[in-house]
């Protein structure tokens, strides 16, 4: 079964510092993979996904991420955190073929002026 | 714009009441979702819907049930609500392959 992890509930950043998030999945069989971000009191907006093309992956407000299968990682990144960042994030995979999308437990990014 | 809307963003049950969750998108998707969303415990799924009047258990069912009559529309139903079901539930759709899910804006439930 696949399951996901990410390190840290918690992630604290001075704005204008680098953001890392890390998620590691388990999967019997190469994942689509993607990152979430929820606002207070929003649903879930798709930040960039993996499906299988490109690695490295491009999504929206300055955020990437990697799929290194080697790792099983999937970490979140951004080079120059804005104060708008401040949100919860979550990482998800889905089996190909599957019809699941399991998610992990979330970390809150909190950046600091 | 696609959009997938749930019918509350806030409610109140006192414990025993039977509470409907609607959702309905308007993406022709296959796929519906019902997630609860609980601090620290990221999304788990209750139940999905991957065709009109099919249904699959998610991995949290006990105390829930759901409804999918039209393809558009999901209901999650709390048959008897108690305390434990004070939560965010949050509905989603996809298409079949589950390329991306597209969220709702979740509907805070508070059982008294």
Known sequence: AQSVTQLGSH???????LVLLR???????????????????QGLQLLLKYTSAATLVKGINGFEAEFKKSET??????????????????????????NKLVFGAGTILRVKS | DVK??????Y?????????????????????????????????????F???????????????????RE???RFSLIL??????????????SSVRDITEAFFGQGTRLTVV
Request: include cysteine; charge should be neutral; proline fraction near 5%.
């Open chain 1, 23 to 41: 998620c590691n999945y388990s999967s019997s069989v190469p994942p689509y993979l993607f990152w979430y971000v929820q606002y207070p009191n």
């Open chain 1, 73 to 98: 990682s999937f970490h979140l990144t951004k080079p120059s955190a804005h104060m708008s960042d401040a949100a919860e994030y979550f990482c998800a995979v889905k089996k190909v073929g599957g």
């Open chain 2, 79 to 92: 048959e008897s609500a108690s305390t434990n079901q004070t939560s965010m539930y949050l509905c989603a």
């Open chain 2, 11 to 47: 409610l109140v049950k006192r414990t025993g009441e039977k509470v409907f969750l609607e959702c309905v998108q308007d993406m022709d998707h296959e796929n519906m979702f019902w997630y609860r969303q609980d601090p620290g415990l990221g999304l788990r799924l209750i139940y």
């Open chain 2, 70 to 72: 039209k393809k558009e």
């Open chain 2, 49 to 67: 819907s991957y065709d009109v009047k099919m249904k699959e258990k998610g991995d949290i069912p006990e105390g829930y049930s759901v409804s």
């Open chain 2, 4 to 9: 997938v809307t749930q019918s509350s963003r």
């Open chain 1, 11 to 17: 992630v604290s950043v001075s704005e204008g510092a």
